[in-house]
């Protein structure tokens, strides 16, 4: 993504702000021939480099701006001084003409920071594609889009946070609003941060609106979606070539197919396979490129390119990062990049705003149990399952046993009952020095405040708000844009434009669950347009046989073992416990138990590449 860093507040320490603002830009620049410049002062400084995104800086009449991304004004003269001077300039115009309100004035994908005398207001866009990290140390308000480049501010601490820690084991990221680093946090979607009188002011400038009530018709709803995503492809491929991520499932195909409609020439399509079964899906990609005649490019991931990817995402991502589809993601845009494209149409965030994701049905079946009256709950059915001799060598009543105990916990948390933390108890996964320092249960108060702060009371809509933060702005999104920034190429998504995702909350709930049908509103819009093995196909994705490839690739094996040796010696998890991870993986499950080596593997690594010395 565009980069840039700084602060507002004096300077102090051995180093010239100039020297520090460079140490920052450091962690900022992209690769060694990124364009940056600097702009220091008496109260503060801004650092910008200047790599794929579009990232402008201004600064007059006391006040530096800086703002990286794709921004939109909706205010017409806001606007025209964009578009005649540049995205700083305009910035800074807004505030002058209102304040932090020029937040609700601006969309589009974008990070901000603007510093005026005493003050700073820092932000960064409504779905969270790009991010922002800060600090606050005695007087000094730090910010940068890395959070690598806060902590070179001298008066920031480097300290890794063991809750940090504890956070990714649960999540396999550190979710906004935590850093891997003490006191230092990141911003989550549409929220800003305000600077004055050496205090923090936090809060949202938008949240999304689910109107539940809209009952228009299915063949206007048909007709608007359809306008709607021909108009979000097209904004994301106004001004250029542009080639697509092509995975074969719905959403990717559906970018070609629109993307296909709008030129001439045939869309340039990146696919990824694998050569293990259960894992490749270029059989879907071949129908999409087939149906929209484009151009196919095609490349099969091997066990060798898994081991030269892995050094690669613990030294680029600034905290740890475990979505192992990291990898195809980076060969995917890696080839297009050698093929000379610049731009790529990803297509993330389908599921999180039409209801495409498994749990979503799960979990209205559990909340069917709730609406049983609690005397009978309560004074027959549990008794009942719970007493009988035998039950658990008897299947239905086993079943019915496992039912009651996940329909028993409340959500969002029993959208998190797979989860490898839930397993086992607590001390036989972890050190009992490490436990000691952290809160368990901080993980589940982040995911309660993302769903209950959706603006609406169904559980489908609350659990998209719950996604739409943690699987997408804090993974997905992360995963897409930093491996193509690696590759060279930018990358947008049209799925996630504010346009589509409003017309999503315009969706009764029925229309995105129904029953066990999932995207039902989505897919019969589209069944004439799509071939129908993709509408009907399970959902996939870029996976990764990584668990496969870690018992027959010897290389990839060495490099396991030789890693979790290390880890176990980091003191966070208990030694036996990573003894039976390993045992399982090899005797049992290896794909299932092969992402919690993952998991320890990419942690143990980012902390001897960032952290150790």
């Not at 807004?94 to 700073?120: I, M, T």
């Not at 436990?435 to 249960?441: Q, S, Y």
């Not at 399970?538 to 027959?552: C, D, E, R, V, Y």
Request: proline share 5%; net charge negative; hydrophobic share 35%.
């Amino acid at each position: 993504m565009g980069s840039f860093c700084g602060w507002s507040g004096v300077h102090t320490g051995t180093d010239t702000p100039q020297q520090t603002i460079n140490l920052m830009l450091d962690q900022c620049r992209g690769n060694a021939t990124t364009e940056c410049t600097t702009d220091c002062g008496e109260r503060g400084a801004v650092g910008v480099c200047h790599g794929l995104y579009r990232t402008s800086h201004y600064h007059g009449d006391g006040i530096r701006a800086v703002i990286t991304g794709s921004p939109v004004w909706d205010d017409p003269a806001i606007a025209e001084t964009a578009g005649q001077h540049g995205d700083a300039p305009a910035l800074a115009r807004a505030y002058r003409d209102h304040g932090k309100g020029l937040l609700s004035r601006l969309h589009g994908p974008f990070a901000l920071a603007l510093l005026d005398g005493d003050s700073a207001l820092a932000a960064i866009d409504r779905i969270g594609i790009h991010s922002l990290s800060y600090a606050l140390g005695d007087g000094v308000f730090v910010f940068s889009t890395s959070t690598g480049s806060v902590v070179r501010h001298p008066r920031v601490s480097r300290e890794i946070d063991p809750q940090a820690i504890f956070n990714y084991i649960y999540f396999y990221d550190i979710p906004s609003p935590g850093t891997v680093y003490r006191n230092v946090e990141k911003l989550l979607p549409a929220q800003y941060i305000h600077y004055r009188n050496g205090a923090l002011e936090k809060n949202f400038y938008w949240q999304l609106n689910y109107d539940e009530s809209n009952r228009t018709s299915f063949q206007s709803r048909r007709r608007e979606l359809h306008e709607t995503l021909k108009q979000c492809v097209a904004s994301s491929a106004s001004d250029g070539p542009v080639a697509t991520f092509l995975s074969g499932g719905t959403d990717s195909s559906t970018v070609t197919g629109f993307l296909a409609g709008l030129q001439d020439d045939p869309v340039d399509t990146y696919s990824i396979g694998f050569g293990a079964d259960g894992f490749d899906e270029m059989q879907y990609a071949r129908l999409a490129v087939k149906r929209f005649a484009a151009s196919a490019h095609e490349y099969y991931l091997k066990p060798d390119d898994v081991l030269e990817a892995i050094p690669l995402i613990a030294g680029t991502y600034d905290e740890p990062f475990a979505n192992e589809s990291a990898v195809p993601t980076y060969f995917c845009a890696r080839q297009a990049a050698s093929d000379g494209i610049r731009v790529m149409l990803a297509g993330d965030g389908g599921d999180e705003i039409f209801g495409g994701n498994e749990r979503y049905a799960k979990q209205l079946v559990f909340e069917h149990y709730g609406r049983v009256p609690r005397i009978l709950r309560k004074g027959l059915v549990e008794p009942l399952a719970g007493g009988f001799p035998g039950g658990d060598a008897i299947m239905p009543v086993r079943k019915l046993r496992s039912y009651i105990r996940q329909a028993s916990i409340p959500l969002p948390e029993r959208m998190e009952s797979y989860n490898f933390i839930y397993r086992q108890p607590l001390a036989e996964m972890f050190h009992p020095d490490f436990i000691a320092t952290v809160d368990p249960d901080v993980p589940a108060a982040m995911l309660r405040d993302a769903y209950t702060r959706a603006d609406t009371d169904h559980t489908v809509n609350r659990m998209l708000h719950l996604d739409m933060k943690f699987t997408l702005a804090d993974n997905d999104l992360r995963k897409v844009s930093r491996m193509c920034e690696v590759a060279g190429v930018e990358v947008r998504y049209p799925l996630l434009d504010e346009a589509l995702v409003d017309f999503s909350c315009r969706l009764p709930v029925h229309y995105k669950v129904r029953g066990r049908r999932l995207r039902w509103f989505f897919k019969e819009a589209l069944k004439d347009f799509l071939p129908r093995e993709i509408i009907t196909k399970s959902k996939h994705g870029f996976g990764l046989p990584f668990g496969i490839w870690a018992m027959t690739h010897e290389p990839l094996r060495e490099l396991v073992d030789e890693t979790l040796q290390k880890f176990a010696d980091r003191g966070y998890l208990q030694p036996s416990y990573i003894r039976n991870i390993r045992y399982q993986h090899a005797s049992n499950h290896a794909t299932y138990f092969g992402k919690m080596i993952w998991v320890m593997m990419m942690l143990e690594l980012w902390l001897q590449e960032h952290a150790d010395g």
